[in-house]
């Protein structure tokens, strides 16, 4: 009985030793991401960068544990469906959409059972993309950049920077199913400080021209952009633009004021893309994403670039240089 016993135990270790080089052997699962975005990988590429880095601070290496399909429409939203769908069409595991309210809604459309990570959109409730922040429902989640609100704040620091600026040029997309909301909150806040505006209206890149003409024309105090991939994507014209006529602007993001805008306050996008990632990370590890909250930002930036202010012959009072958390010199 003791040899038996023995020999049974031999006989177990050699099973298992077996069994762990089996599984050794066996190529571990190398997940695919599918990534979606509005504008070109150049225009793209810092936000990009930030969403690798929250892979790769939570684990996820490309080539070894991950792979990411990308597709960029290059600034034309009207090849976002189309780029939705064929990475849709692919076996991946979660689909980013990224660059706001129609990058998502055309992942969405091109997908009821791929869980999908947006970001960032305004008012995803509003948009219909989620049934509410809690608990989103569906096979969509991600993040909010909540720009309704800060259109208030906007037209405060520039009323601090010209104080007596009284008509300011607008311009918002039309298609994009959140400006018309953040739009409508602008003008409340721009009645409640006395201030006119002129809403400018752009579809596609194309339009800006247009819009610039009829700023010649009415010859506005400043100019206000509303948060949307293709200014984003734009954002050098829109320097460019404003520079040459001398007009002050306020921007939604850093990338702006990079660019040579006046001031900014917004989101930290960069941030808003490595927190991406911990959706990924979640959804991969086997969270759904209707359970899976909407989150939104934690990090908000004021942004001024001084050489732009002496471009334009502005002097930026102490107290409004004091609160920016990044001066351009």
Known sequence: MKKVGWFSILVAAVVLTFAVIAEAQQPKKIFRVGYLAVNSSSVERHLVEAFQQGLLGLGWIEGQNITIEYRFAEGKLDRLSEL??????????????????????AAKKATATIPIVFLPVGDPVATGLVANLARPGGNVTGLSNVQVGLSGKRLELLKEVILKVSHVAV???????????????????????????????????????????????????ALLVLADSMFRGERGRLADFALKNRLPTVLPQEVYVEAGGLMSYGENQADLWRRAATYVDKILKGAKPADLPVEQPTKFEFVINLKTAKVLNLTIPPNVLARADKVIK
Not at 84 to 104: E, K, P, R, Y
Not at 175 to 191: D, I, Q, V
């Open 84 to 105: 939705a769908t064929d990475l849709a069409g692919l076996t991946i595991d979660v689909l980013v959409a990224t660059g706001g309210t129609q990058s998502a809604l």
């Open 171 to 221: 311009l918002w997309n039309p298609g994009n199913p959140f400006s018309e909301l953040a739009l409508k909150e602008t003008e409340t806040a721009a009645r409640a400080a006395g201030v006119q505006l002129q809403p400018l209206e752009v579809r596609i890149p194309k339009d800006l021209q247009h819009a610039f003409s009829k700023m010649s024309a009415a010859h506005p105090a």
